[in-house]
C-alpha cells in the first residue's frame, strides 16, 4: 500500500490529511481528526492491520490535543491523528475496542491530564496510586501553557477538518 | 546401674543421640558441599570467605539461623506452625535407625526394616501440609496442596520398585537385602536397574528437589511451604530436607548398591573394629555418591511443570514399575 | 477490572508481586486462579514511576542527558539513542559518521548484553540456576567494554547531541574484536546446555502463542512480534542512524510461542555481532562530534517524532517544541509497556507456572514500563 492509497483511505473516512515531510517530523502522514470521527479513522487503520505505537496527551490553550501514532507492520507510513478537545472537561471517544494496545495508554492519559476516554469500560488509574484523585500531574500551569499554535505551526494546522 | 537402665534401653539412648549428631553433621557438610558443588558447576568458587576456602561458612549460617527470632504470622496456626518443621525433622533421623552403615553398625534391626523407612517417609508429607496450611499465606498453600499430590503420586513407583528388590529376597529386613548382595548388586541386573533408575527419580522428588522442587518453586511460589518460616523453623526445613536426601540414599544403597559390600575383592564381611570402618565407609561412599549426583541434577536441569510431573509418573513411571515388579515375579517364579 | 476476593466463588485471588522473584522489579500481577488455572492476570504498575516525562518538560536537552540511562536499565543506550535522534532530526542536526558508527558499535553490544541478561533471568523462571553466571560471565565482557569507553557499566548516558561524548581508542576496538571471536564460540555451550534440553523444550513449546492479530491490536514490537512471524523491526522498516549500509537478518520464527522468541533473541545476538563486526571494519575516520551544534538547543516550534529498535522493542520519543530550549512535551513509548498490556488475553487459561515463563518471555524490564 502507498502513502497515496493511504491519504485515499484516510479522505474515505472524511478525514482532510496531508502527508509531512518524514526526515524531520518521523512521520508520513498528518492529520487532524474531528473527536466524532476518531473511531472511524482507527477502524479503517485497524482493517488495513496497523499497529498502534501510542496515544499522547498534550496540554495547551485554548483546546488541548491528544496526539495517535499508527505504524504499517512493513513501515513507511507512520500516521499522526490529531484530536483537539476542550481543556476544562477533555472528552475523546475511546478506540480501546478497536486497538486494545490503547487501553493502558488512554489510561496513562487520563491519570496525567485528565482526559476522558468516553467508552472506556475502566478508567481507574493506571500508573498513579488509587487515591491520587485529581492531581494531573502533567497539566501545565498557567505561566507555562502556551498556545496550540505555537506547539503545532499553522501551515498543517490549516488543513484541518472541522 | 544395669538394674535401673536395662542396657538395651542405655544403648538405645546413646545411639539416638548418635544418629542425631549424625544427622546434624551430615546437614551442615552437605549445605556447604552443595555450594561448593553448585558454585564450580556455575564457574565460580561458591563459598570462599569465612574461614579456609569458606569452610566454616555452613557453622556461621547455622549461627545465624539459631539466632535468629522465629515470627508467626498473625493470621497463622500457632501451635501447627511450630509443629511442622519438627514433623519434617524427626521422622527421617528416626527413620535412619535401621539403616545398616555396616554390618553391626546398626541401631535396630528391624524385621519389617523396609515398610519401617516408608511409613516414616510419609511423614514427610504431612508436615509439608501443616506447614502450608498453618501459615495463612496462598503462597504456601499453592505449596502444600502441589506438595501433597506430588508426594502421594511419587510414592506409589517408589514402593513398587523397592517390592522388586523385596520380593526378590523374600524379607523386609535390611540385613537380609544386604547379605543378598554379597555376589552381584540388584542394580547391576536389569530388573534391579530399572527399579533403581525409578526408585531414584522417585526419591528426588519425594525429596522436593529440583527438577521436581514444586512444592518451594522459588520463581513460581516465591518459597512455597516454607515462605513464611524464619531462624530455626526454617533451618529445621532445610535440615530435614538433607536428611532426607541421605534416607533416600541411604535405602537406594542397602536395596540396590549392596549396602557396605565393597566391590568385589574389597569386600569384607567380618564384625572386628576395622572390618566395621571398612564397611561404614563404603556405604558412605556410596551415598555420598548419589547424593552428589543429586545436587549435579539440581544445578543442571530446568523445573518441571505441575501437570508434566504428574503425567510423568502416572504415564510413565507407574506402567514401568509395574512391569518390573511382574517380570520380576514371573522370573522368581521360573 | 482488578478481581477483588469473592469468597463465595471456587476461585483464589494471589497478588504475584510487587515483590516476587520473577516479576523482574515491583510489577504486581493481581491472578485470579481456578487451581492452579490462571483465569486471568491483570499486570498493576506504576510502583516505581518516576515521572522521566516531566523532568524532561522542565530541564533542556543536556539536562536529560542523565535520565536517558534510568529507564532501561538492560539496555539503556538505545533510549539514549533515540532521545539525541529525535533532537537532531528537530532542529537538522547532521551527524559525522565515525559518531554514528560508534552509536550503533555501543547500541548493539548493549543489545547483546541484554539480551545475555533475559536468557539467564528467563532461564531462572523456568528454574534452571545455572545458566545465568555463564551469560553473566559474558555480558561482564560487554560490560567492561562499555565501561572503558562511555565510563558507565549500566545507566550509560554516552550519546549527546550531535555526536558521543568520547572517540573510541584501540583498546576497546581490539577487545570487541575479541569479544566477537569469543561469544560466537558460546553459543554452541547455550544451544547444548538449554536448548536442547527436554524438559526446557516441554516448558516453553506451545506455550504462550501470540497471535500475529494480538501483535497488532496491542502495538507489541522487538523479539515477541518477531517471535510471532511478524519480520517488524525499525533497524530495517524504517531505517536511521548507519543501520541501512549494514548487512543482517531479521529473525523471525512464526510459533508465536516462548520457545520462538527465545529463538529470536537467540539468533538477534548473532545478528547484532555481525553489525558490530561490519562497523568496527567500516569505522571511519573523522571528527565524534558535529561541528555546528548550538550551545543553546532551540526546540520548534513543532514536534517529531523518532522510533529506534531497543534490546525489548520499539521505542519511540515525542517530542514537540515551542521555540524555547526546553522540550514542551516529551513522550516516551517504551516497548514493554505495550508488550506486557497482552498479558491478560495471552495468560488466560494458562497454568501458574506456564504464566511465569510466559512473563520471562516477554522480557519486561520493570523500570521501563514505569518510566
Not at chain 1, 488541548?64 to 507512520?78: A, D, I, K, P
Not at chain 2, 515462605?227 to 544403597?253: D, H, P, Q, R
Amino acid at each position: 500500500m502507498t502513502l497515496e492509497e493511504i491519504l485515499q483511505v484516510l479522505e474515505t473516512t472524511g478525514v482532510d490529511a496531508a502527508p509531512a515531510d518524514h526526515p524531520t517530523k518521523g512521520v508520513h502522514v498528518e492529520a487532524w481528526v474531528p473527536t466524532e470521527r476518531l473511531r472511524e479513522v482507527a477502524q479503517a487503520l485497524r482493517d488495513r492491520e496497523f499497529l498502534i505505537e501510542d496515544v499522547i496527551g498534550v496540554d495547551a490553550a485554548p483546546e488541548m490535543m491528544v496526539v495517535y501514532h499508527f505504524h504499517r507492520l512493513e513501515g513507511g507510513c507512520r500516521v499522526r491523528l490529531r484530536v483537539r478537545t476542550d481543556r476544562e472537561s477533555p472528552r475523546v471517544p475511546t478506540i480501546q475496542d478497536i486497538f486494545p494496545g490503547a487501553s493502558w495508554h488512554e489510561r496513562e492519559q487520563h491519570d496525567f491530564y485528565g482526559v476522558e476516554f468516553e467508552g472506556h469500560p475502566d478508567l481507574s488509574p493506571l500508573i498513579l496510586p488509587e487515591d491520587a484523585g485529581d492531581l494531573r500531574p502533567l497539566r501545565k500551569n498557567e505561566k507555562k501553557l502556551k498556545s496550540l499554535d505555537d506547539i503545532v505551526p499553522p501551515p498543517a494546522h490549516q488543513g484541518e477538518a472541522s | 546401674m544395669t538394674d535401673v537402665f536395662p542396657p538395651d534401653l542405655i544403648r538405645l539412648i546413646v545411639s539416638f543421640v548418635i544418629v542425631v549428631a549424625f544427622a546434624f553433621t551430615n546437614a551442615a557438610v552437605l549445605v556447604l558441599v552443595e555450594r561448593k558443588i553448585c558454585g564450580h558447576i556455575q564457574r565460580r568458587p561458591g563459598p570462599f570467605e569465612v574461614g579456609p576456602h569458606g569452610l566454616l561458612q555452613t557453622a556461621v549460617d547455622g549461627m545465624k539461623l539459631m539466632a535468629k527470632q522465629m515470627l508467626v504470622p498473625r493470621n497463622a496456626d500457632a501451635s501447627l506452625f511450630r509443629a511442622a518443621p519438627i514433623l519434617s525433622f524427626v521422622p527421617p533421623i528416626a527413620a535412619l535407625i535401621v539403616v545398616p552403615f555396616a554390618r553391626l553398625l546398626q541401631v535396630r534391626d528391624l524385621d519389617i526394616g523396609v515398610l519401617f523407612i516408608l511409613s516414616l517417609a510419609a511423614v514427610n508429607v504431612l508436615a509439608i501440609l501443616v506447614a502450608g496450611w498453618s501459615s495463612a499465606n496462598k503462597y504456601s498453600l499453592f505449596g502444600a496442596i502441589r506438595a501433597v499430590a506430588q508426594n502421594v503420586a511419587y510414592e506409589i513407583p517408589l514402593l513398587l520398585s523397592l517390592l522388586t528388590i523385596v520380593i526378590w529376597v523374600g524379607s523386609f529386613r535390611m540385613s537380609d537385602i544386604v547379605a543378598a548382595q554379597g555376589g552381584f548388586w540388584f542394580a547391576f541386573t536389569p530388573m534391579g536397574f530399572v527399579a533403581f533408575l525409578v526408585y531414584f527419580i522417585c526419591g528426588i522428588a519425594e525429596t522436593n528437589r529440583a527438577p521436581f522442587d514444586l512444592p518451594e518453586a522459588e520463581s513460581e511460589l516465591t518459597a512455597g511451604f516454607h515462605t513464611e518460616y524464619a531462624g530455626m523453623g526454617f533451618g529445621l526445613f532445610f535440615l530435614g530436607e538433607y536428611t532426607n536426601m541421605l534416607l533416600v540414599s541411604a535405602i537406594a544403597t542397602t536395596l540396590f548398591l549392596g549396602g557396605w559390600n565393597g566391590p568385589a575383592f574389597l569386600t569384607t564381611t567380618g564384625t572386628g573394629f576395622w572390618a566395621t570402618v571398612i564397611q561404614t565407609l563404603w556405604f558412605l561412599a556410596k551415598v555420598y555418591g548419589l547424593i552428589v549426583v543429586m545436587i549435579w541434577v539440581r544445578w543442571t536441569y530446568p523445573r518441571v511443570r505441575f501437570d508434566q510431573l504428574l503425567n510423568f509418573c502416572w504415564k510413565i513411571l507407574i506402567p514401568i514399575s509395574m512391569a518390573n515388579l511382574a517380570v520380576t515375579a514371573v522370573w522368581l517364579k521360573l | 477490572m482488578i478481581p477483588r476476593p469473592d469468597p463465595t466463588l471456587e476461585t483464589l485471588v494471589l497478588n504475584m508481586g510487587p515483590q516476587h522473584p520473577s516479576t523482574h522489579g515491583v510489577l504486581r500481577v493481581v491472578l485470579k486462579l481456578d487451581g492452579e488455572y490462571v483465569l486471568e492476570a491483570h499486570p498493576v504498575i506504576g510502583y516505581g514511576h518516576r515521572m522521566h516525562e516531566k523532568m524532561g518538560e522542565v530541564r533542556n536537552v543536556s539536562g536529560f542527558y542523565a535520565n536517558v540511562g534510568r529507564m532501561d536499565y538492560a539496555g539503556a543506550l538505545s533510549f539514549g539513542h533515540g532521545h539525541v535522534l529525535a533532537v537532531e532530526r528537530m532542529l537538522g542536526i547532521e551527524v559525522p559518521p565515525r559518531a554514528e558508527y560508534i552509536r550503533v558499535i555501543t547500541t548493539e553490544l548493549n543489545r547483546i548484553a541484554s539480551h545475555l541478561l533475559w536468557f539467564g533471568a528467563f532461564l531462572l523462571d523456568l528454574g534452571a540456576f545455572t545458566p545465568i553466571l555463564y551469560s553473566f560471565d559474558d555480558r561482564e565482557y560487554i560490560l567492561d567494554l562499555l565501561e572503558h569507553v562511555t565510563g558507565a557499566r549500566l545507566t550509560f548516558s554516552y550519546f549527546r547531541v550531535g555526536g558521543v561524548n568520547r572517540d573510541l581508542d584501540e583498546r576497546f576496538i581490539q577487545g570487541t574484536r575479541v569479544f566477537i571471536r569469543r561469544m560466537r564460540s558460546r553459543f554452541e555451550a547455550y544451544h547444548k546446555l538449554v536448548t536442547g534440553n527436554v524438559i526446557f523444550r516441554k516448558r516453553v513449546e506451545g506455550v504462550g502463542i501470540i497471535s500475529p492479530d494480538m501483535i497488532r491490536k496491542y502495538g507489541a514490537t522487538g523479539p515477541v512480534a518477531r517471535g510471532s512471524g511478524i519480520p517488524y523491526d525499525i533497524r530495517r522498516v524504517e531505517p536511521y542512524s548507519v543501520y541501512s549500509e549494514l548487512d543482517f537478518d531479521i529473525p523471525t520464527f512464526p510459533e508465536g510461542d516462548c520457545f520462538a522468541r527465545y529463538r529470536v533473541r537467540l539468533a538477534e545476538m548473532e545478528q547484532s555481532l555481525r553489525i558490530v563486526e561490519q562497523a568496527l571494519d567500516r569505522l571511519p575516520d573523522g571528527s565524534v562530534m558535529a561541528e555546528k551544534v548550538p550551545r543553546k538547543l532551540k526546540l520548534g516550534p513543532g514536534e517529531v517524532y523518532q522510533a529506534v529498535e531497543a534490546a525489548r522493542g520499539e521505542l519511540g520519543y515525542y517530542l514537540a517544541g515551542d521555540g524555547t530550549d526546553v522540550p514542551y512535551r516529551l513522550k516516551i513509548r517504551p516497548p514493554s509497556y505495550s508488550n506486557l498490556s497482552l498479558l491478560n488475553e495471552l495468560a488466560s487459561g494458562v497454568l501458574l507456572a506456564d504464566l511465569v515463563a510466559i512473563m520471562g518471555s516477554l522480557d519486561l524490564v520493570i523500570p521501563e514500563i514505569d518510566r
